[in-house]
């Protein structure tokens, strides 16, 4: 079966459409003793800043009900680290490697985009858009379709010819219309949905569970928000959607494909279990075969309402 | 280093420790859980494991668990109940139960031939060294304190005096617990002056207190940070130790390195606590 997805032509070209979601997979490498990583659709590393981060106090990590509750503050070691210590470890001539990336300020996103899409390891850039804007208070840039659509032009000024993908998040009074902004701006995808803020207190304690006092749910119990913005948004654009959230098994997989995604990013799953990607690659073919998908371009959007 | 590897193994055994306890609603707090031996090539004492039950759902998280033993025959793992979506389904687990393993995971425990060496533990801590006392070449070199809220009953402590020297220290009113700091950091003093080497385990707030005394004595000294690891291969961020100026590397001198990966067995002097823990140092 062809499981092949061409999110941008001849740019990025996905051998399935199956990917690492932001957050999760680290930066790919710490996952080769579970599986073949070049087996991946493509792979998007932990967040990465313009300068090392050292991130949230700890603890960063709350199991909850279907879920886990993380604040991590986008530690990383700056792009430049990335670039000189672990792009070359990376097998990017085998999968695209995508750097997720976090800035605080339009500028700050145009020079991570200018320093990364120069690497010839680098297939195209996430930005996200959930990121801070310390120039408007601490508000989210994807809370604003205008400052959503200010930080995808200033990434896509700066990145050539690499694709940019927006990655949005649910928090937002209409996702579609910052969906409209990004792609107005010049973004080549759309990835959905960012993580959603929760909070998670000891009641033994009377405090906050998370150092950060407060968290990004994902897992399983944010499948169904982000099942319903994909749907929305691939209505109304004309560029490729990427699902994130909640992804276990490869009939989740279909769920995505069906309201109308191109591909999927697995995040949290695989912290269950390290092979949950991998194994979710392998079984694709099968359990299209199982629901009658001979064709997953033709599946793609068929939900009958 | 180890290479890890996944996989499925089955419950042999899981014997609670001490008496049920009615704030847990009739559970006990302590287990030994005994899996069937994973095909590892090696494995060193301090390392952990990654466990979750094999049928539990697609929402099933994995947690870290200290190896306690690693036998011909079985991988033994004590723990202590604590959590409502982790250690709590693991002392339902009963024989012939599936679980995912992956490990063993991070760095070991120091073993020194012909050196004193102190064994600090606290409560659950104690785990780490019954496989410490079995792998050492030279036990008669190692002496143990044990420092524990609940009876000895609740800990495999009985099993391991067999095998090293062992002192005990329970808290029996408030005050003791600090008595038995107080016995560690004249403990430490002791091994300073015969040359010898500390390896502590058990909750943060005691390794704070032995990280302190380590640097002050300049005792080698490595501590098993119990920090909240998630996915035990350094990619979720979730567990985050501060490194000092003495860290091996100088590039990650004074930043974040995972703990699962680079540790959880710290050298006390590579590792700056007070950054880790900035509340404990006001």
């Not at chain 2, 306890?21 to 069937?36: F, I, K, Q, S, V």
Request: hydrophobic fraction near 40%; charge should be negative; include cysteine.
């Amino acid at each position: 079966m062809d499981l092949r997805v061409s999110l941008v032509e001849g740019i990025l070209e996905l051998k399935n459409p199956i990917l690492s979601a932001a957050g999760s997979f680290g930066s790919g490498l710490e996952y080769q003793p579970y599986g073949d990583i070049t087996q991946l659709g493509g792979i998007i590393t932990n967040g990465l800043s313009l300068y090392p981060c050292a991130g949230s106090p700890l603890p960063r990590i709350a199991a909850a009900p279907a879920g886990l509750l993380s604040s991590v503050g986008t530690q990383n070691d700056g792009a430049e680290y990335f670039i000189r210590e672990v792009l070359p470890r990376l097998p990017w001539q085998s999968v695209p490697i995508i750097p997720n990336i976090n800035a605080g300020r339009v500028e700050e996103f145009s020079e991570l985009a200018g320093l990364l899409a120069a690497e010839e390891g680098v297939t195209a850039l996430e930005v996200n858009l959930s990121c801070h804007n310390s120039n408007r208070a601490g508000q989210r840039f994807c809370q604003n379709p205008v400052t959503a659509a200010r930080a995808i032009n200033a990434v896509k000024r700066f990145a050539g010819n690499k694709p940019v993908i927006a990655k949005l998040s649910p928090e937002i009074m209409d996702i579609v219309e910052v969906a409209r902004a990004v792609e107005a701006a010049g973004a080549d995808a759309i990835s959905c949905i960012g993580k959603v803020q929760g909070l998670a207190v000891d009641v033994r304690g009377r405090r906050p569970v998370l150092g950060n006092v407060t968290g990004g749910l994902s897992g399983p119990a944010v499948k169904p928000i982000a099942l319903r913005c994909v749907w929305q948004i691939a209505q109304v654009v004309k560029i490729p959607v990427i699902g994130v959230g909640g992804i276990t098994c490869a009939r989740d997989v279909l769920e995505f494909l069906l309201v109308g995604a191109h591909a999927v990013s697995v995040g949290s799953a695989s912290f269950s279990d390290p092979e949950t990607i991998f194994r979710i690659v392998q079984e694709l073919p099968a359990v299209c075969e199982e629901y009658g998908i001979e064709d997953i371009k033709a599946f793609r959007g068929s939900l009958q309402i | 280093m180890i290479s890890p590897i996944r996989t499925e193994l089955t419950v042999t055994d899981n014997v609670p420790f001490g008496q049920p306890e009615p704030g847990l609603g009739g559970t006990h707090r302590y287990y030994a859980l005994t899996l069937e031996r994973p095909a590892w090539k090696n494995w060193e004492p301090g390392q952990f494991i990654m466990l979750r039950p094999k049928d539990g759902g697609t929402v099933e998280w994995a947690r870290p668990l200290t190896i306690c033993r690693v036998t011909s025959q079985s991988l033994v793992l004590f723990f202590r109940v604590a959590s409502e979506y982790g250690t709590d389904r693991f002392a339902r687990l009963r024989g012939g139960d599936k679980v995912i393993v992956w490990g063993p995971l991070g760095t070991g425990f120091e073993i020194r031939s012909n050196t004193p060496t102190l064994l600090l533990a606290r409560d659950a801590g104690i785990a780490p060294f019954a496989g410490y006392a079995d792998m050492h070449p030279d036990p008669a070199c190692l002496s143990m304190l044990f420092g524990h809220q609940h009876p000895s009953s609740h800990y495999p402590a009985d099993a391991m005096a067999s095998r090293l020297d062992m002192e005990h220290l329970r808290d029996r009113v408030p005050g003791d617990c600090e008595e038995f700091y107080r016995v560690s950091a004249r403990k430490m003093q002791e091994y300073k002056e015969n040359g010898g080497i500390c390896l502590a385990c058990g909750p943060m707030d005691f390794l704070y207190g032995v990280w302190k005394k380590a640097l002050e004595l300049e005792l080698p000294t490595q501590l098993l940070l119990s920090a909240r690891m998630n996915c035990g291969v350094g990619a979720c961020l979730g567990c985050s130790t501060i490194t000092s100026k003495h860290w091996p590397d100088p590039i990650r001198a004074g930043l974040p390195v995972h703990t699962c990966t680079s540790g959880p067995v710290f050298w006390a002097r590579d590792i700056d606590l007070d950054a880790v823990m900035p509340e404990r140092n006001m």
